[in-house]
């Protein structure tokens, strides 16, 4: 009698390898921001009209609340500030398109704003005498004192504001539009504006062919242009 072998059949095990997981990092885009349309934007005095443009050649018309002896626009912090003379009022624009009035919230001696900049995050007006305003924000308003004087022109560069006196031998530096120091010219002339560019403050005058010119504000140089 033969004794029957049993054979066994075992079922593999079969083992699954999953395929790893790959995570994706996604490099977030920059979030630009950029100086709102218009680049440019003008006004006119003892009247309610300003135009805009994105090109300097092509301009449309919009206008302020009020009709205004304005006197001088600046921009900055994505906000234009317009200033007018001989009033207790300015008008702000985040557009140029819609303005909104405020009025000052401190006093000045006479009112006769004349020059208003941006620099350092710090609006600043300018007015005929040594009194002038500045804000961080619009709304509240500081003063600070220059030398005597009637300052009508002013820059700000090289973190450095300038404030000059047309037909005056001297200027005023501050660093930060509060302590000014009164500076000497190297000669006299109708001084008409004063800009900061390419890393120079230019001061240029009426009827002469003399510039000065400037890196630091304190420090200045002479050309003539013929």
Do not use: M
């Not at 059949?9 to 996604?26: F, G, K, R, Y």
């Not at 206008?63 to 300015?90: D, I, M």
């Not at 006093?107 to 804000?135: D, E, M, R, V």
Request: proline share 4%.
């Amino acid at each position: 009698t033969t004794t029957p072998t049993i054979t066994s059949s075992v079922t593999p095990t079969i083992t699954l390898s999953a395929t790893p997981t790959q995570t994706a990092t996604i490099t977030p885009t920059p979030s630009v921001t950029s100086a709102p349309a218009p680049l440019f934007l003008a006004s006119a005095a003892n009247s309610a009209t300003n135009a805009r443009s994105s090109n300097g050649s092509s301009w449309s018309y919009s206008n302020f609340n009020n009709s205004r002896n304005w006197t001088s626009l600046t921009y900055g912090n994505n906000q234009y500030l317009v200033v007018a003379y001989n009033n207790n009022n300015y008008e702000i624009s985040s557009d140029g398109i819609i303005w909104t009035n405020y009025s000052y919230d401190i006093s000045h001696p006479n009112n006769l704003f004349n020059k208003t900049i941006y620099g350092n995050s710090k609006y600043l007006i300018f007015a005929n005498n040594a009194t002038g305003f500045y804000s961080t924000n619009l709304i509240n308003w500081n003063t600070f004192t220059l030398p005597a004087g009637n300052w009508n022109l002013a820059a700000y560069g090289n973190n450095t504001y300038v404030a000059a006196i047309s037909g005056s031998s001297v200027i005023a530096t501050s660093n930060d539009a509060i302590t000014w120091t009164q500076r000497s010219l190297p000669v006299t002339r109708d001084w008409r504006d004063l800009i900061y560019a390419d890393g120079r403050f230019v001061l240029i005058g009426y009827n002469t062919n003399t510039v000065l010119y400037s890196s630091d504000g304190i420090n200045n140089n002479t050309n003539n242009y013929f």
